[in-house]
């Protein structure tokens, strides 16, 4: 029955993203805070203080200073074979093992607690050298620890040599590292953020419930009766005296006109409603769709078949002298317990309190016996049991109905659950009349079913031809 989809719509990849933006929108916060929380206690735990010394200097040969009298009054010449000699060989006497030796002799130390770095201006025997430690006392004896041995061991390669300082030896008092607060504290939010959309997105991506008709006939391979609009009302009732007209109202006449022609044509009059989940609206739809087919000249009866919850009662409080329980008993028939309702038109049969062995008392011969009664009486018989992706009570009323009505709530229940549910219907759902979407969003996350000014942006296609008959 399922289909497999090999294709990602990136519109609806795109609404359901949004809707995860809404949905876990303090998760992302969460995280943006909490990665500012780590990466601040990350670079409270790791951060190492860092101290620089430096010094800039010119480098002079002793033939430099015998040879170059004019050139080297600052110590700068422009002869390019030494200077080429000086820059290539500065940074490599620096990390020599001898020079290495000579410092840790010098320092009097098992090993040189800092970096040694050379810069040589191209072209020049200008340099500035650059020592950086964890602690700013050592940075400062190791610079001038080399200042002193260095000459010693460049004597090998460069000859007799001598620094002219431009600027004596410095240590910076504060660390060249200092963290950034402001920088750290972006780079974790940005990073808990990253993390936060990241997981909507997955969970845009994984997503896979009934949007729209195409989701519907892959899933369940049905047809699609209607789709009645998302409403503010918490209970909403289409009565005779109701004067207020809405898509609703509207939307309403036109399941009942297809509901009412596929039952005719097949000869069938008892319509069993229910729904995958709870909150999907199945009992507002069974309760307009009677009131509805009552308004077309029916004779209907609706029965509170969630036993367990009664949800009917929050629509009509009255029930009556005599119960479900008084024709179950054997104590009552359903023409004497079916209450009137002068303003809806229709009767409604339920219990007036809740039933505990519901599959028990639904799987008896009193139940059958009741709803053989319930053909006899009303021209249309419609029951509103539970969740059948929940409770295993809407399966069993299967063998007493003929035909069933799935209410699916847009964009709620997984496909899976879905399939799972009517899969649980003997036959496989065989009496399966159709499905009708419910609470039908409009706007941004409509999923291409949008509302204009002039009616519902979703066409019925080859079902107009039911209305009228």
Known sequence: MQQESDYIDLGVLLID?????RKFWYLILILMFL????????????????????ASFTVKTVGDLLDNEVNTAYGFFYDKNTADQIEKTFPYILSSGILQKLLREELNAERINGTISAEVI?????VTLSVKSTDKEDAKKILDAVIVVYPEVAEYVLGEIEFEFLNEPELQERPVNQPSVKKDLMIGCLAGAALGIGFVLIYALLRKTIRNEED??????TELLGMLPEVKEEKILITKSWKKKSRYQEDIYSLQNRVDYLMKQNGQKVLLVTSTEPSEGKTTVAVNLALAMAQRGNKVLLIDGDLRKLDIKKYFAPHGEKTILNILRGEAEVSEAALYLKDEGIYVLRANKPISNSIEVINSGRMENLIKQAREFADVVIIDAPPAGLLADAAHYYEYVDGVLMVIRQDWANQSRILDAVQDFPGQGEKLLGCVMNMVKTGFASYGYGYSSYGYGYRYGKYNQYKGK
């Open 122 to 126: 191209s072209d020049s025997n200008l």
């Open 35 to 54: 990665g500012m929380g780590v990466m601040w206690g990350y670079r409270s735990v790791t951060y190492v203080p860092m101290y620089k010394a430096s």
């Open 216 to 221: 519907l006939k892959a899933t369940l391979n």
């Open 17 to 21: 993203f949004w809707k995860g933006i």
